[in-house]
Nanobody, 125 residues
Framework: QAQLLESGGGSVQAGGSLRLSCAASGYTFSRNFVAWFRQAPGKEREGVAR????????IYADSVKGRFTISQDNAKNTVYLQMNSLKPEDTAMYYC??????????????????WGQGTQVTVSS
């Protein structure tokens, strides 16, 4: 059974940076798509970034392009989300997701089988 564990969240001021980590057990990131999602209170879960497994493109939501970078360390079976120039609107619970199924948008949360418990990011102005 795949298990994902996020870490690295916290509270920062606007303009600051954080790096989130997602470590997997029972699942190999290097062969599969992995995505980061976020969900703010009262809002739907939205896709932030996706990194491909073997082939494909790295994709970012328009709201984070140029500020966030998704990467992975295959030796550690860990995916990262480097977040720079943070804004108050980036405040949310951040989740990593894997186990993509079916066809459709890469940011359709329903397509992912495995989720971590989330890590909170709070950006103050």
């Amino acid at each position: 059974q795949a298990q994902l564990l996020e870490s690295g969240g916290g509270s920062v001021q606007a303009g600051g940076s954080l790096r989130l980590s997602c470590a997997a057990s029972g699942y190999t990131f290097s062969r599969n798509f992995v995505a980061w999602f976020r969900q703010a209170p009262g809002k739907e879960r939205e896709g932030v970034a996706r990194i491909p497994g073997v082939t494909g493109a790295t994709i970012y939501a328009d709201s984070v392009k140029g500020r966030f970078t998704i990467s992975q360390d295959n030796a550690k079976n860990t995916v990262y989300l480097q977040m720079n120039s943070l804004k108050p609107e980036d405040t949310a619970m951040y989740y990593c997701a894997a186990g993509l199924l079916g066809a459709g948008s890469v940011f359709d949360a329903r397509r992912y089988q495995y989720w971590g418990q989330g890590t909170q990011v709070t950006v103050s102005s």
